[in-house]
């Protein structure tokens, strides 16, 4: 049976090839597992393989797993990759090392209330919802650069990175590229682009992080 720690392996040398290919250096991308859905004690094993950092897409989810996780693996880095409401912004400080979907006024204000609060301020990305898809999360592309600049100048956050997610059922390589774009033009230097299906066109394109979950933990 291939388990998830065999399949982590396989990502890793993946991802070590992509970055080959791409002329980005060994260790560039960092691998976000993403575990959403995945139970503690099926999330355990990959943290014991050497997995540190996490992805999840619900507050509360992680909420239930993490912090027993967390003091067994004092180390580990924990994404928040799903969308985020005001009234959980509380929870979200308190848990998370990086949270990636800030994507709207509201959102930029309530963290930066807690974090005025809680003294602990999490790495911050803005999502980008780069096919405008009405669905989605994830601000506007063309609102994008200067709802970063609103971030820092009106709530004084520090915007790290742009995180999004291409619709499923085109090509991804224009999103990425787009991304990337914006980011240059906003300044931020950490990029969140890349899933199972396309991680390693995604490095290709200049991933910095890729969120990579039923390629590592199986099907959902
Ligand atoms: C679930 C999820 C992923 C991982 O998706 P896979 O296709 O299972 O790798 C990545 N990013 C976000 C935002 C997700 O919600």
Request: charged letters at 25%; a neutral charge; glycine letters at 8%.
């Given at each position: 049976m291939i388990d998830a720690v065999t399949r982590l392996s396989a990502v890793k040398t993946n991802i070590a090839q992509a970055e080959r290919e791409a002329n980005r250096a060994a260790g560039a991308v960092t691998l976000v597992a993403v575990s959403k859905t995945f139970?503690?004690?099926?999330?355990?094993?990959?943290?014991?393989?050497?997995?540190?950092?996490?992805?999840?897409?619900?507050?509360?989810?992680?909420q239930g797993k993490w912090p027993a996780l967390r003091e067994a693996f004092p180390d580990l880095e924990l994404h928040l990759i799903g969308p985020l409401q005001?009234?959980?912004?509380?929870?979200?400080?308190?848990?998370?090392?990086?949270?990636?979907?800030?994507?709207?006024?509201?959102?930029?204000?309530?963290?930066?209330?807690?974090?005025?609060?809680?003294?602990?301020?999490?790495?911050?990305?803005?999502?980008?919802?780069?096919?405008?898809?009405?669905?989605?999360?994830?601000?506007?592309?063309?609102?994008?650069?200067?709802?970063?600049?609103?971030?820092?100048?009106?709530?004084?956050?520090?915007i790290e990175g742009l995180m999004a997610i291409p619709p499923f059922d085109e090509n991804p390589g224009p999103h990425f590229a787009l991304l990337e774009k914006l980011a240059r033009e906003a300044g931020v230097e950490k990029l969140s682009m890349g899933m199972s299906g396309d991680y390693e066109?995604?490095?290709?394109?200049?991933?910095?992080?890729?969120?990579?979950?039923?390629?590592?933990?199986?099907s959902r």
């Open positions: 139970e503690a004690h099926e999330i355990r094993p990959v943290i014991e393989a050497g997995q540190r950092v996490f992805g999840e897409n619900r507050v509360q989810e992680a005001s009234n959980k912004a509380k929870e979200a400080v308190a848990l998370f090392d990086v949270i990636e979907t800030v994507d709207r006024e509201k959102i930029a204000a309530a963290l930066a209330k807690e974090i005025a609060a809680q003294g602990k301020a999490p790495k911050l990305y803005v999502q980008v919802n780069t096919g405008l898809e009405d669905q989605k999360a994830g601000i506007d592309p063309r609102e994008a650069v200067a709802f970063v600049q609103r971030c820092r100048d009106v709530h004084g956050l520090a066109t995604a490095i290709a394109f200049g991933a910095t992080s890729v969120r990579v979950g039923s390629a590592i933990f199986g």
